[in-house]
């Protein structure tokens, strides 16, 4: 896998919550889905090449699986991980 491959790999998605919303409202931060084998120094370097903007910081947080029933039938939620990049003044990324 080249280096930009893995780079549209690390970003998967934009986490949308309310929360989130809030987060960049009051401190840019921008958070976005990415694989659990993901680390820091990756995210930033994907950010900053990807949507070309200055990160500031990288927060990382891993969700952990949860058991989950449906009748009989129970099973797990995927683990996955979650990253909060906190941008520069004056710096935005469009999510939508």
């Given at each position: 896998?080249?280096?930009?491959e893995?780079?549209y790999?690390?970003i998967?998605a934009?986490?949308?919550?309310e929360k ?7 401190r840019?931060?921008?958070t976005f889905?990415v694989?659990?084998d993901?680390?820091?120094?990756e995210?930033r370097?994907s950010?900053?090449?990807l ?6 910081s990288?927060?990382t ?11 009989w039938?129970?099973?797990?939620t995927p683990a ?6 906190v ?10």
């Amino acid at each position: 896998m080249t280096s930009m491959e893995r780079m549209y790999a690390v970003i998967q998605a934009p986490h949308l919550t309310e929360k989130a919303t809030d987060d960049t409202a009051n401190r840019n931060a921008y958070t976005f889905r990415v694989p659990v084998d993901a680390n820091k120094v990756e995210i930033r370097q994907s950010v900053e090449k990807l949507f070309k903007v200055k990160v500031k910081s990288v927060n990382t947080l891993r969700i952990t699986q949860k058991v989950r029933r449906r009748g009989w039938t129970a099973g797990m939620t995927p683990a996955w991980k979650k990253a909060m990049v906190v941008l520069a003044e004056g710096q935005t990324i469009d999510v939508l």
